[in-house]
């Protein structure tokens, strides 16, 4: 089972690994549209962050570890996105995605 801290820091390294992107991929955004996203999707997985960091995330229970087991892949895809220097496109939707299960661990794990 997970605990506390390790739902914190699949939060904050998805946010992290987002916010530390930001400005490369902004560079690499041909639209506005898309520069729009990116800031989106940091914004989105800020929220998260700063709610999780705010409270407890003690809640227990197999629908809260299924949604640290799903955050978890999704911070592992996101680092793989920018590890592998995948498309813009890709890295928007795999971060968008992501911020979605950041949302939903940090929702499902508050005591």
Same mark, same amino acid.
């Given at each position: 089972?997970s605990n506390a801290e390790q739902r914190l820091f699949?939060?904050?390294?998805?946010?992290?690994? *987002?916010?530390?992107?930001?400005?490369? +991929?902004?560079?690499? /955004?041909?639209? %506005? #549209?898309? !520069?729009?996203?990116i800031q989106a999707n940091v914004d989105k997985l800020?929220?998260?962050?700063?709610?999780?960091?705010?409270?407890?995330?003690?809640a227990q229970g197999a629908e809260v570890e299924a949604?640290?087991? *799903?955050?978890?892949?999704?911070?592992? +895809?996101?680092?793989? /996105?920018?590890? %592998? #220097?995948? !498309?813009?496109?890709?890295?928007?939707?795999?971060?968008?995605?992501?911020?979605?299960?950041?949302?939903?661990?940090?929702?499902?794990?508050?005591?």
């Open positions: 089972m699949e939060v904050y390294e998805t946010y992290r690994t *987002a916010l530390g992107n930001r400005s490369a +991929d902004w560079k690499e /955004a041909k639209t %506005e #549209a898309q !520069a729009d996203k800020e929220t998260q962050y700063l709610r999780a960091a705010r409270s407890e995330l003690n949604a640290y087991q *799903a955050a978890k892949q999704a911070r592992e +895809d996101v680092q793989s /996105a920018y590890d %592998e #220097a995948k !498309a813009l496109t890709e890295r928007i939707s795999t971060v968008s995605s992501a911020a979605k299960s950041m949302k939903n661990l940090v929702t499902k794990a508050l005591d």
